[in-house]
T-cell receptor
Framework: GNSVTQMEGPVTLSEEAFLTINCTYTATGYPSLFWYVQYPGEGLQLLLKATKADDKGSNKGFEATYRKETTSFHLEKGSVQVSDSAVYFC??????????????FGKGTHLIIQP | NAGVTQTPKFQVLKTGQSMTLQCAQDMNHNSMYWYRQDPGMGLRLIYYSASEGTTDKGEVPNGYNVSRLNKREFSLRLESAAPSQTSVYFC????????????FGPGTRLTVL
């Protein structure tokens, strides 16, 4: 079956540091890939997505590139802010939207940004 | 538009009690999902509904029932709550077809004592 593996935290960085959160996946076919963010006490919000190899998703200064050859979708940001403190989930869907299997999620990475 | 709404936001139950978690959407999406979120486990699918009147089991359906009586609403029922069902429950929707982005509600935090 499908699976997503991401680095577990917490990850603690200083403001303006460079961020990388690693995500790798296993899928039987050609999935769509997502990063969702969950701020304290809230639900999940879509941060970015990519649907085919070499696509780059980007939003709010975050980027991730769909690497089929390494089955990875690492999340990066050049300069993090305190407001980026949240839990980040890598996820995949196969078929589109997930169908009866829903989205397959990683366990989440808790990011803490210190002033 | 409210998007995806869930009620209640918080609930405390005693073992053996029953309750229904409600989810409603005004996005005119076809598919709806219930997930549970546990520490260190990510989100796991409980049930899925592709359309009104149809439901399918997900990864962790035991102890739950669902109902999709119309396009807008998808409810999750715990008939006899157990401490293992202490979790945060999220409802999500998907337009369907070739679209691939699910939209999530704010969640219900359930504690079973």
């Amino acid at each position: 079956g499908n699976s997503v593996t991401q680095m577990e935290g917490p990850v603690t960085l200083s403001e303006e540091a460079f961020l990388t959160i690693n995500c790798t996946y296993t899928a039987t076919g050609y999935p769509s890939l997502f990063w969702y963010v969950q701020y304290p006490g809230e639900g999940l919000q879509l941060l970015l997505k990519a649907t085919k190899a070499d696509d780059k998703g980007s939003n709010k200064g975050f980027e991730a590139t769909y690497r089929k050859e390494t089955t990875s979708f690492h999340l990066e940001k050049g300069s993090v802010q305190v407001s980026d403190s949240a839990v980040y989930f890598c996820a995949l869907s196969e078929p589109p939207g997930g169908g009866a299997d829903g989205l397959t999620f990683g366990k989440g990475t808790h990011l803490i940004i210190q002033p | 538009n409210a998007g995806v709404t869930q009620t209640p936001k918080f609930q405390v139950l005693k073992t053996g009690q029953s309750m229904t978690l409600q989810c409603a959407q005004d996005m005119n999406h076809n598919s709806m999902y219930w997930y549970r979120q546990d520490p260190g486990m990510g989100l796991r699918l409980i049930y899925y509904s592709a359309s009104e009147g149809t439901t399918d089991k997900g990864e962790v359906p035991n102890g739950y029932n669902v109902s999709r009586l119309n396009k807008r609403e998808f409810s999750l029922r715990l008939e006899s709550a157990a401490p293992s069902q202490t979790s945060v429950y999220f409802c999500a929707t998907l337009l369907g077809g070739s679209t691939d982005t699910q939209y999530f509600g704010p969640g219900t935090r359930l504690t079973v004592l």
